[in-house]
T-cell receptor, first 111, second 111 residues
Framework: DGGITQSPKYLFRKEGQNVTLSCEQN?????MYWYRQDPGQGLRLIYY???????QKGDIAEGYSVSREKKESFPLTVTSAQKNPTAFYLC??????????FGPGTRLTVL | QKEVEQNSGPLSVPEGAIASLNCTYS??????FFWYRQYSGKSPELIMF????GDKEDGRFTAQLNKASQYVSLLIRDSQPSDSATYLC???????????FGQGTELSVKP
């Protein structure tokens, strides 16, 4: 069963905490992306990786960090430096026609 | 000027009508164009993509691209209440490059 999985589905963070969102794919796609979506807004790119052990900042990288140690995995850490992290976080990979496929998302709420 | 612009809506159409969703983009060198559907609380799902000027049909959906005028549209024929969702337009400048998303248009199909 191929696809993209994200966990957890819901995540609650206290002030000052770092939290890590998981993204795993078994599609054998090279490129992976992290987006943030706020209510009524489009998608904003946080980080992306086109190959293992390499990643680039997107438009809103401040307060976030990533790693890409394996092709299948691209975890996102939301650090305490991110002052307004409450949002819907989406992970995506790129298919052969440059289309992006999305995971089910993680909804992060700051308590 | 935003790179990709969509009417925020909401766009309301009666069941069985044609829904027309529009998207304009600023970069004349854009190569690939994508339409996604996003139900409330869910992640975006790809409807279709288009590369060449003209129309591309897939079932009840037709994408129209006019590079000279820098717009891409999505027509939904015989609209159903299940089509009620937010529709996201995305543009890609070059193969392997990032997608730039519009803010989305909310569509409501009334029975």
């Amino acid at each position: 069963d191929g696809g993209i999985t994200q966990s957890p589905k819901y995540l609650f963070r206290k002030e000052g905490q770092n939290v890590t969102l998981s993204c795993e794919q078994n599609l054998n796609h090279d490129a992976m992306y992290w987006y943030r979506q706020d209510p009524g807004q489009g998608l904003r790119l946080i980080y992306y990786s086109q190959i293992v052990n390499d990643f680039q900042k997107g438009d809103i990288a401040e307060g976030y960090s990533v790693s890409r140690e394996k092709k299948e995995s691209f975890p996102l850490t939301v650090t305490s430096a991110q002052k307004n992290p409450t949002a819907f976080y989406l992970c995506a990979t790129t298919g052969p026609n440059n289309e992006q496929f999305f995971g089910p998302g993680t909804r992060l709420t700051v308590l | 000027q935003k790179e990709v612009e969509q009417n925020s809506g909401p766009l309301s159409v009666p069941e069985g009508a044609i829904a027309s969703l529009n998207c304009t983009y600023s970069d004349r060198g854009s190569q690939s164009f994508f339409w996604y559907r996003q139900y409330s609380g869910k992640s975006p799902e790809l409807i279709m993509f288009i590369y060449s000027n003209g129309d591309k049909e897939d079932g009840r959906f037709t994408a129209q691209l006019n590079k000279a005028s820098q717009y891409v549209s999505l027509l939904i024929r015989d609209s159903q209440p299940s089509d009620s969702a937010t529709y996201l337009c995305a543009v890609n400048r070059w193969q392997g490059g990032k997608l730039i998303f519009g803010q989305g248009t909310e569509l409501s199909v009334k029975p």
